[in-house]
């Protein structure tokens, strides 16, 4: 196999603003070889291609880069002086890499980071993943034209929110909505401390009060439920959850109220259900986003 010639250096680098024709002829011939002359033997070439970029990296020199040209303003850093200078050895140019400080260096394209989880309080960078995360995210929609139950599964421990939103949501009866929180071991329905009232035209209410369930107070068929019922954690690491919701039926009647509910570990479903007097949903759309 044949190799390229390959110039020795000098004992010096040349100074600012000069060119090392050596380093350049180096190159050169280098490349030619590389790519003409032995591209079938493989490893041999890996070899060979090894020893001589370890001989460029250790006749680097520290300093700054810019001013040179040439090839050899590719590889090689002038002193700090940039009257030329001894080469130096792969640890030397190392260390001085090390130990050059980035200021609020200016980064182009799509720089990368690790993404750290959710409810880290540090000073690391967060991702556009992360941030995206902690946004929160949306369930699949549910139209709640049959049954007697709706429930949204899967979600993600720490979160600190989650809402419900209604939209023309009725029944075929007199029951009313009602709202529970499940976790890994199912939904809970006992521990609430919740009530929801209905303010009519006349100034007349009707109010619901249970233990079992967030109510949501319609008791008519002909009503449709459209608003937002908000179940929000007390604070970071409790299990308690403190609801409140508004919204409007379709007969001009506004409908509020709120509650609390403790639950034994993390909250991981909701359920939409109706009051237990035998009614089926017959109308409307639910669904829900949680965030952190």
Same mark, same amino acid.
């Given at each position: ?95 001085? !890499?090390?130990? #050059?400080?980035?200021?609020?260096? +200016? /980064?182009?394209?799509?720089? *990368?980071?690790?993404?750290? %989880?959710? &409810? =880290?309080?540090?000073?690391? !960078?967060?991702? #556009?993943?992360?941030?995206?995360? +902690? /946004?929160?995210?949306?369930? *699949?929609?549910?139209?709640? %034209?049959? &049954? =007697? ?144």
């Amino acid at each position: 196999m044949t190799t390229p010639t390959i110039t020795l250096y000098p004992d010096t680098l040349p100074a600012k603003e000069q060119a090392n024709a050596a380093f350049d002829t180096n190159v050169d011939n280098f490349m030619d070889w590389l790519t003409l002359t032995n591209g079938p033997e493989l490893q041999t070439m890996i070899t060979y291609t090894q020893d001589v970029a370890d001989n460029v990296l250790a006749t680097a020199l520290a300093g700054d880069l810019p001013p040179l040209t040439g090839k050899a303003g590719d590889y090689i850093r002038a002193n700090a002086a940039e009257n030329g200078g001894e080469f130096r050895t792969v640890a030397q140019v190392l260390a001085d !890499i090390s130990a #050059a400080p980035l200021a609020s260096p +200016a /980064l182009t394209g799509a720089p *990368t980071a690790p993404t750290p %989880t959710i &409810g =880290t309080n540090t000073t690391q !960078i967060a991702t #556009a993943a992360m941030v995206q995360a +902690a /946004l929160g995210s949306y369930a *699949t929609p549910a139209n709640t %034209t049959s &049954g =007697t139950a709706f429930d949204f599964t899967g979600i993600p421990a720490a979160v600190n929110l989650v809402e419900m939103y209604l939209n023309e949501v009725s029944l075929d009866g007199a029951d009313f909505l009602t709202v529970q929180l499940g976790t890994s071991g199912g939904v809970v329905s006992s521990g609430y401390i919740a009530s929801s009232g209905r303010i009519a035209d006349d100034s007349s209410n009707n109010v619901v009060n249970r233990t079992s369930a967030f109510p949501l107070e319609i008791s008519n068929s002909s009503l449709k439920f459209s608003g937002i019922i908000s179940i929000r954690r007390l604070n970071s690491g409790s299990n308690t959850w403190v609801s409140s919701h508004a919204g409007r039926i379709s007969d001009v009647q506004t409908v509020s109220g709120g509650g609390r509910v403790a639950l034994s570990g993390e909250l991981t479903q909701l359920r939409l259900g109706i009051s237990g007097g035998g009614n089926l949903f017959d109308g409307g759309q639910v669904n829900i986003r949680w965030s952190y």
